[in-house]
């Protein structure tokens, strides 16, 4: 049943970050990649939340499967991730390839714990 | 953007021809795609989501996503991090792995031109579905902060995962890369040499 449910997640995570890709460049034309940063960063936020409502026991294991492990998991991306990294240190762009991880790891990071601090504090 | 397409170029690209303006070059924009999902540099990839081949697009990253989520709940079932200062193996595996295969993907749909003889769907359902559904940001992320948050010992697990998940993505795509254009450019040169006078 978990599997039925991480494939359900998934194939409308996947299909939501092509377009929330797209939106995001549409409006902003920049060699950084924010649609790829602004998944990733909306990612961890939902998954953060989603785990800490999941260890007050507010959450099973049907809706992790659902909404951690398909959508978000297939929303986020590591592949993009890091290919964009070295095209733009190949094309040039180290500072801006730089700026990406360290902007990537922070944000994504520090998503997690806000996402985790405010389930604790609503449902803890 | 104030400066002009040409005048974009990084120095380090050797495969672009000085003027490239001519008919049948490729598109200057196209050279400027870094994101693989989709780049609004690229003309095709501009125009894909349009009309009724926009949905036959969606369907396909959909149905790469499923596949590629599954077969990372797999290896994550498989290889679970052990205890609370576990290495989450599963998820560091999945990601290096994609990271490899996205650089070779890459590589074979969309550089030296090839755009135009690939199948339009194949980036879509491989590197935007498969690869993108295989892979995750988010668990990366969650498991490193619950890392972080549990003690002196995990947090330093946590520290390892973080940069070494980097480094093996950021080694593994370069890797696929690089191996793929050597073997690309590589391959046709003997048949070449055979044909010749």
């Known amino acids: ?124 | 953007m104030s400066d002009a397409p040409g005048g974009r170029d990084g120095p380090g690209d050797a495969r672009r021809p000085p003027d490239d303006g001519g008919a049948g070059a490729p598109d200057p924009l196209a050279e400027e795609a870094v994101d693989p999902d989709v780049d609004l540099h690229v003309p095709a990839q501009r125009a894909e989501a349009a009309g009724r081949h926009g949905s036959v697009v969606l369907a396909v990253v959909a149905a790469g996503g499923a596949l590629g989520a599954v077969a990372r709940h797999a290896l994550s079932l498989w290889l679970p991090p052990r205890g609370d200062a576990g290495f989450p193996v599963g998820v560091f595996l999945v990601n290096v792995l994609g990271c490899a295969l996205i650089g070779v993907l890459m590589v074979l749909v969309s550089e030296g031109g090839r755009d135009a003889r690939t199948h339009p769907l194949l980036r879509p359902f491989l590197g935007v579905g498969v690869l993108g559904g295989f892979t995750t940001f988010s668990a990366y992320a969650a498991d490193a902060a619950r890392l972080l948050e549990g003690g002196a010992h995990a947090a330093l697990v946590g520290l390892a995962y973080i940069g070494g998940t980097l480094a093996g993505a950021l080694a593994a795509v370069w890797a696929g890369a690089a191996g793929t254009r050597a073997l690309l450019t590589r391959g046709p040169a003997p048949l070449q040499r055979r044909e010749a006078p």
């Not at chain 1, 194939?11 to 995001?24: E, H, N």
């Not at chain 1, 649609?35 to 809706?63: D, I, K, R």
């Not at chain 1, 990294?85 to 801006?96: D, I, S, V, Y």
């Open chain 1, 1 to 124: 049943m978990n599997w039925l449910l991480v494939i359900a997640g998934a194939a409308v995570g996947a299909p939501l970050r092509y377009l929330t890709d797209r939106a995001v460049q549409s409006r902003h034309d920049s060699h950084f990649p924010w649609g790829t940063f602004a998944v990733n960063v909306a990612g961890s936020l939902a998954l953060g939340l989603l785990t800490g409502a999941a260890s007050a026991g507010v959450v099973g294991s049907g809706l992790t499967a659902l909404l951690g492990t398909g959508l978000c998991g297939a929303l986020t991306t590591y592949s993009t991730f890091s290919y964009e990294t070295l095209r733009l240190a190949e094309r040039g762009r180290r500072g801006t390839a730089v700026a990406y991880v360290a902007a990537s790891l922070a944000a994504g990071l520090g998503a997690v714990f806000v996402g985790l601090t405010v389930a604790r504090s609503l449902f803890m």
